[in-house]
Nanobody, 120 residues
Framework: QVQLVESGGGLVQSGGSLRLSCAAS????????MGWYRQASGNERKLVAV???????NYAESVEGRFTISSDNAKNTVYLQMNSLKPEVTAVYYC??????????????WGQGTQVTVSS
């Protein structure tokens, strides 16, 4: 079993910054990739950013240049630095990890979500 624990969400004014963290723990061989998704009220969950174990990051077009994803492989932790925040990014942010459980099996895990609210 793999657990993802997120932290760092909260309320911030427009133009401010927040840093989200997500730590993976449990029994697994390695982590293939980790990422962040967000789900605004009444909308579907959408990709924000993802980073591979090799450090390659990809971003949703709407956040490129303002958000930065990074990871600490030794700590099995992924971070999302969010700058120049706008009210439209208000959502629940979910951490995701694609994990290699065994040599033959990968699986996908989600965190419990952390609320990010940007006030105007």
């Amino acid at each position: 079993q793999v657990q993802l624990v997120e932290s760092g969400g909260g309320l911030v004014q427009s133009g401010g910054s927040l840093r989200l963290s997500c730590a993976a723990s449990g029994s697994f061989l390695s982590i293939n990739s980790m990422g962040w998704y967000r789900q605004a009220s009444g909308n579907e969950r959408k990709l924000v950013a993802v980073i591979t174990s090799g450090g390659s990051g990809n971003y949703a077009e709407s956040v490129e240049g303002r958000f930065t994803i990074s990871s600490d492989n030794a700590k099995n932790t992924v971070y999302l630095q969010m700058n120049s925040l706008k009210p439209e990014v208000t959502a629940v942010y979910y951490c995701n990890a694609m994990v290699r459980l065994t040599f033959y099996r990968n699986d996908n895990y989600w965190g419990q979500g952390t609320q990010v609210t940007v006030s105007s």
